[in-house]
């Protein structure tokens, strides 16, 4: 069975912090992790991985994929507010699967 | 680009009645589209895959009889909760992947549906 695992599960930070999500998986055939926002209601997309030590950057948002050791890493520097949302990590794994294996998330809280 | 959207946002309904969903990509086609379902504090579930023109695959547990889904056409796909009881509550989630290789294609989310049913 797909397995996706996020750490931590919930994180309190001040505004001007950088932040390390972490999320670790154990599937079979992998073929890309995706990275998500979750604020009040659905996910919105922030991130594709597919190939290890590429780095994707979006503004203070960067994430970066190790396919050996099986995980991959969310930053966001200098948080603000807005940042505060739940970020859901997800594998698309399997030979011609389009599902996605969710993990639990990680709620991150930014305080002024 | 690639706009999802879901309605209603929130139903509030007896027990009892069915209660229907739309999901529609507005600004492409999706030949596949995903519906979840997330309990408080829970992450996502998913309940079915969707593809047009064919009979939805639905994961293990999830009862094809009471969540009826229909994709007729590649900008929409419905959900059907049917005879909806208060173990029904959730928020529903759908998603929509557009054509072309399944590896760089993301999925993206409508902004969900709350259903309460009393």
């Known amino acids: 069975e797909d397995k996706v695992v996020q750490s931590p599960l919930s994180l309190v930070v001040h505004e001007g912090d950088t932040v390390t999500l972490n999320c670790s998986y154990e599937?079979?055939?992998?073929?890309?992790l995706l990275w998500y926002k979750q604020e009040k209601k659905a996910p919105t997309f922030l991130f594709m991985l597919t190939s290890s030590g590429i780095e994707k950057k979006s503004g203070r948002l960067s994430s970066i994929l190790d396919k050996k050791e099986l995980f991959s890493i969310l930053n966001i520097t200098a948080t603000q507010t807005g940042d505060s949302a739940i970020y859901l990590c997800?594998?698309?794994?399997?030979?011609?699967?389009?599902?996605?294996?969710f993990g639990k998330g990680t709620k991150l809280s930014v305080i002024p | 680009g690639a706009v999802v959207s879901q309605h209603p946002s929130w139903v509030i309904c007896k027990s009892g009645t069915s209660v229907k969903i739309e999901c529609r990509s507005l600004?492409?086609?999706?030949?596949?589209m995903f519906w979840y379902r997330q309990f408080p504090k829970q992450s996502l579930m998913l309940m079915a895959t969707?593809?047009?023109?064919?009979?939805?695959?639905?994961e293990q547990g999830v009862e094809k009889d009471k969540f009826l889904i229909n994709h007729a056409s590649l900008t929409l796909s419905t959900l059907t909760v049917t005879s909806a009881h208060p173990e029904d509550s959730s928020f529903y989630i759908c998603?929509?992947?557009?054509?072309?290789?399944?590896?760089?294609?993301?999925?993206?989310f409508g902004d969900g549906t709350r259903l309460s049913i009393l």
């Open positions: 997800a594998v698309r794994a399997g030979a011609g699967s389009y599902q996605l294996t």
């Open positions: 600004d492409f086609q999706a030949t596949t």
């Open positions: 969707s593809n047009e023109g064919s009979k939805a695959t639905y």
């Open positions: 998603s929509a992947m557009g054509q072309g290789s399944y590896s760089n294609q993301p999925q993206h």
């Open positions: 599937v079979t055939n992998f073929r890309s």
